[in-house]
């Protein structure tokens, strides 16, 4: 049974779900999203594992600091240290994410592997890979130009307006298959979009991480991903294209990459028991 629990990370409440014994599977969810994401995959793997899934800071019911540097990649990455520290310590854990929290498994994996087993990576190019794609593939640079919105003064109203319609055509309506939210999964996301704060907090991860350039406090050069790495990989996605794959083998050596034919960005709703078999079998001993 999913039980909630709020800890102090980083100066920065965050609250986090957990089910299960075991080794650790950590799961962050990415934007515009929260916990709640991950609720098959919690499900599926309760029974021989701890599952963990945080609300990322300035997500629903975590702490939401009004400093946009609170959202940059090393602030990020000390949260998941932190929560690491607090469910799985001294014992190395699976860490899957999905878009920022992809992201952050990246950026985290380069810096901590010694916390982890295994890492997990959903839909979310390696970050010296992405920052290639956009320099130099103009079809890359038009499928992220939603970003510029969210960017925007009024981007927050913007957001909120007609009941989060803006989102709620990116999340349910765009290219998402129809039948991956319910309505009971729909409601429970424009109710984590409504909580005080959080629509600015989601913004300023698009404001403190400039997408394409090296966060701030990253190595002059890239740290190659030691750790056991594999990628699933939505083909349909229209967000990431297919060259954010390229010359991943040399950055991640031995990393496995798994098709998932017509999973969208959205593949962890689309695909989920896709999703949960790849990461068990993965894992396995």
């Not at 130099?136 to 007609?162: C, D, F, K």
């Not at 979009?193 to 090296?214: D, V």
């Not at 190595?219 to 990989?233: A, G, M």
Request: aromatic fraction near 10%; avoid cysteine.
């Amino acid at each position: 049974m999913l039980q909630h629990d709020t800890v102090t990370l980083n100066g920065t409440p965050i609250h986090y779900v957990r089910d299960g014994a075991g080794p650790t599977i950590l799961f962050l969810h990415g934007f515009p999203e929260f916990w709640y994401a991950w609720q098959e995959q919690l499900a599926a793997f309760a029974g021989d594992h701890q599952v963990v899934a945080p609300d990322l800071r300035g997500y629903n019911l975590s702490g939401k600091p009004a400093e946009v540097v609170a959202y940059a990649i090393p602030e990020l990455v000390a949260d998941v240290r932190g929560l690491l520290d607090q469910v799985s310590p001294g014992r190395p854990a699976v860490l899957v994410g999905h878009d920022w929290g992809a992201v952050t498994a990246w950026a985290f994996a380069m810096r901590h592997p010694d916390y982890l087993s295994h890492l997990v990576i959903i839909n979310a190019p390696h970050p010296a890979i992405l920052a290639r794609e956009l320099a130099t593939n103009p079809a890359q640079r038009a499928a992220m130009g939603y970003t510029a919105r969210l960017l925007q003064p009024g981007a927050v109203e913007g957001l909120r307006a007609g009941d989060f319609a803006f989102l709620s055509q990116v999340v349910f309506g765009g290219t998402a298959r129809p039948e991956a939210f319910s309505a009971a999964d729909k409601a429970a996301y424009r109710a984590a979009w409504g909580q005080p704060g959080a629509l600015e907090a989601m913004l300023n991860y698009y404001r403190a991480n400039a997408l394409g350039t090296p966060p701030a406090g990253a190595p002059s050069t890239v740290p190659l991903i030691q750790v056991p790495t594999l990628v699933l990989w939505g083909d349909k996605d229209a967000v990431f294209l297919p060259g954010t794959l390229d010359g991943l083998d040399a950055l991640v050596p031995g990393v496995q990459v798994q098709h998932i034919p017509n999973g969208t960005h959205w593949v962890v709703h689309e695909e989920g028991a896709t999703i949960s078999a790849a990461i068990r079998a993965f894992i396995a001993p």
